[in-house]
């Protein structure tokens, strides 16, 4: 096993008092020289012989470092992109509604400006996965921070409506990069904080959606939606300017053949936490020589039934999690009569100004409520993952959305059971869709576990593309259609995570 720097100490003190007594010029006295055994390791290698022939892994010096100050500053950074990222996914709920408006555009229309975004990020997720791993993870949110802000802040200036598509349109495709902030933060957890962190990273997540909503509280009665778009980029400029804090992977250095970058790295990750380094010899156990996966290996007969019901859990959680997000502000636009009436023939007519509710003041305050709820829904999932265990804990959330959701069924005419229904369907989906990042990566082997998350994401983004159609359009149709849609999906997802093969808790990764 690698032993630490503290460990040796004596041995060269030892060396440094025995070359003192050696005449001048002689081989001892430049050996007295030395004032850093770890700096001038190889140098008294040949002399002196006290160095191990150890070798470790990253992971193995992260996790013999530990959490420290270095994980906790990372945490904000990538917090911050993560943040930057929810509040340009938020402002979607608001966005569409506005421009309908303002422009006059049909219901259709209206849930294409949400659509092309996702259609962005599914398109752009192979590109930016294979430039990270040419490139690395901080050369990626770099590129696509900077873009994601000048085109998010480019989208405010939109004269027309195939301009604002466009724009939205380059927007999504360079969000599909933000997920490599988590994979970068992760690099640098240790085993037993990894799950845990990463699901508390998602608060940042949910701070995000709700300076949005107060965002949106201030600017949208006075300036518009054109000022908000513009504002909302500014912390994605914060990000980017702050990047040249945000340090490059170790685990990518040393798989790229950069072992003395990595190791100046996991150097600055020991000395920001108080912690000795490793003695001995970088090595890299997962290089390319190693065969990587394909998609069709998720298909192989051990893992076929795994996948596809994968697939359609993560499918389902982008479609009840965006759904109810971009439903929210359809629900609170419409009247008592609408929420109760019969349905009604589907119309894409353009709409006309005097038919157009704008959110008041009331509503987006209702906003901000049923936005908060990720939080007890993120805790309530660390709460009970470990307890139950990853497959019933999806089963049981999908479970409690499908029972919650099933209330708009029933004509809700009050305000506040509206609200209170819409809280706990926002918290509960959010704990799902956290419990799914934590289960997929586990069940997979090393081999396959980026190509099995990479597919899971992009089964999302297609249930983040369809649902804009069903929370936008068909909820003006009748809501008691929509209630009945994600309610059924939701059941069926839950009976969907039982039939999973494998429980991950308290098991090994592969």
Known sequence: MPRSRSSDSAQYEDLSALAGSGPPGSLLSQVADVRDPGDQLEMTASTAGVVPDDTF??????????????????????????????????????????????WHISEWKQAFITTIVFLGMMLSSPFWGKFSDKYGRKTTLV???????????????????????????????????????????????????????????????????????????????????????????????????????????????????????????????????????????????????????EIRDLLVPELRSTTLLLWFIWWASAFCYYGIVLMTT???????????????????????????????????????????????????????IERFGRKKTMATEFLIYTLTIFTLFFCVKSRAVLTVTLFVCRGIIAGMFQAAYVYTPEVYPTTLRAVGVGACSGFARLGAMVTPLIAQVVVRTSVRYVALVYGCVALLSAAAALRLRTETSGRPMA
């Open 57 to 102: 892994t990253v992971d193995q010096a992260v996790n013999a470092i530990g959490f420290g100050r270095f994980q906790i500053r990372l945490s904000l950074i990538t917090g911050l992109c993560w943040m930057a990222d929810s509040m340009e996914m938020m402002i979607l709920s608001m966005l569409s509604p506005a421009v309908q408006c303002s």
């Open 330 to 384: 359809e629900l609170f636009e419409l009247s008592e009569e609408d929420l109760c009436s019969a349905p009604q023939g589907w119309e894409g007519a353009e709409v006309c100004q005097a038919s157009c509710k704008t959110l008041q003041q009331e509503d987006y305050i209702d906003l901000l409520w049923t936005t908060l709820a990720e939080f007890p829904g993120i805790f309530f999932t660390i709460l009970i």
């Open 143 to 293: 590129m696509s921070g900077s873009f994601l802000f000048f085109y998010g802040f480019l989208s405010s200036f939109a004269p027309t409506y195939v301009w604002l598509l466009l724009l939205r349109g380059l927007v999504g495709f360079c969000v599909g990069a933000i997920p490599q902030a988590v994979t970068l933060y992760a690099e640098f957890l240790p085993v037993k904080q990894r799950g845990k962190c990463v699901i508390l990273l998602e608060c940042f997540w949910a701070l995000g959606a709700c300076l949005e909503v107060l965002l949106a509280l201030f600017v949208m009665p006075t300036l518009g939606w054109k000022w908000l778009l513009g504002l909302s980029s500014l912390p994605l400029l914060l990000f980017t300017l702050i990047c040249p804090w945000l340090p490059e992977s170790a685990r990518f250095h040393a798989a790229s053949g950069q072992s003395e970058r990595a190791l100046s790295t996991l150097k600055q990750l020991a000395d920001e936490n108080g912690r000795p380094m490793l003695l001995g010899r970088l090595t890299v156990d997962d290089v390319s020589t190693v065969r990587r996966g």
